[in-house]
């Protein structure tokens, strides 16, 4: 007897929708009437749809950079289409900006959804925290600059605790709303299987690897680097422990670690070996080459082959009596 057709349906952020030319060709034409979230052919998504071609029948990827877990569960977002950068490596907007709002992700997901993929945490307060350490140390020789600036209140903005310097509050906040996030997901679709993908090794150990002012992490200092390390590994424990929290409660979810694999292949790593680039596809020093395409350190299509092969290989394992 034929095996029955899986419904999937995909989630997530720009470490999802694939974003960098380096995770493959963009899934939409860069032109008007493009949606702006920047989806690209050889991200995990596209690739998984692939590999499960002969267990897959309606997919759905809605995946889409820059989304934050509300924009996932309730609030709509306006996508802000693929940054340029400058000769000084500024970056620029994209000219087809701004785009239409977009509907929570979660709407794409129907009571007889089987297979749920998501990926999404990291812009909830990491990104915009990165964002504010590549300006701040740009303009500082201090390594911990923007941890300084951070204990000192420059970023109310950001609605980041002065007196929390690794976040904790932060981070519990984000394993109470992916709870949320994932009842919600099993309210919709009770009998789905929710795969939920952590963040790789983004920042090194050792930060030597990183040169200062390269096209790799850009204008970041040692000190920091090591600190946004830190936060994004609370990010990841946070998503782990939501994800076997809702498995406590008898949801059908379970975490994909994409750390382990990704230690030193992160994105001071030497090129034939890194799965995340940084801040563009090129690497080189500032007036030496040009900049090229922005990466904004995202994964390459090594990293996002790597994740599609774990979720076929645990999909192909839950569903292989259905």
């Not at 998984?48 to 029948?57: N, T």
């Not at 909830?124 to 990165?130: H, I, K, M, Q, T």
């Not at 390269?214 to 590994?233: A, K, Y």
Request: charged residues 25%.
């Amino acid at each position: 007897m034929r095996a029955a057709r899986l419904s999937m349906v995909n989630l997530g952020d720009s470490y999802s929708a694939g974003y960098t030319r380096l995770a493959g060709d963009p899934a939409e034409s860069d032109e008007p009437g493009k949606s702006g979230c920047e989806r690209t052919l050889r991200s995990h998504p596209y690739v998984l749809k692939d590999e499960l071609a002969d267990r897959i029948g309606r997919t759905v990827n809605v995946t889409c950079g820059g989304a934050t877990t509300e924009e996932v569960l309730v609030t709509p977002q306006r996508p802000v289409g693929h940054a340029s950068l400058d000769r000084l490596g500024r970056l620029q907007a994209d000219p087809l900006a701004p785009f239409p709002a977009r509907p929570p992700q979660i709407e794409a997901v129907v009571p007889d959804t089987d297979i749920i993929t998501v990926g999404i945490g990291g812009n909830d307060y990491f990104s915009r925290l990165a964002t504010a350490c590549l300006e701040a140390d740009a303009a500082s020789d201090n390594p911990d600059q923007c941890q300084d600036n951070l204990q000192a209140g420059k970023y109310a903005g950001l609605d980041l605790p002065t007196d929390d310097p690794h976040l904790d509050r932060s981070r519990q906040a984000l394993v109470s709303k992916y709870g949320t996030l994932l009842g919600e997901l099993h309210a919709r679709a009770p009998h789905a299987r929710m795969y939920v993908v952590g963040y790789p090794s983004v920042l090194p150990v050792d930060t030597s690897t990183c040169a200062r002012n390269s096209q790799e992490l850009f204008t970041l200092n040692m000190g920091d680097i090591t600190w946004l390390r830190r936060i994004l590994d609370g990010i990841n424990a946070a998503i782990a422990s939501a994800t076997a929290g809702a498995a406590e409660r008898g949801m059908a979810s379970e975490f994909v670690d994409t750390y382990r694999a990704t230690v030193g292949k992160d994105a001071c790593a030497p090129r034939d070996t890194k799965w995340v680039e940084g801040y563009t596809e090129r690497i080189g020093m500032v007036g030496v080459g040009g900049w090229g395409e922005p990466a904004l350190i995202h994964p390459n299509h090594r990293y996002h082959h790597y994740v599609a092969g774990q979720l076929a290989q645990r999909i192909r394992h839950d569903f292989e009596r259905r």
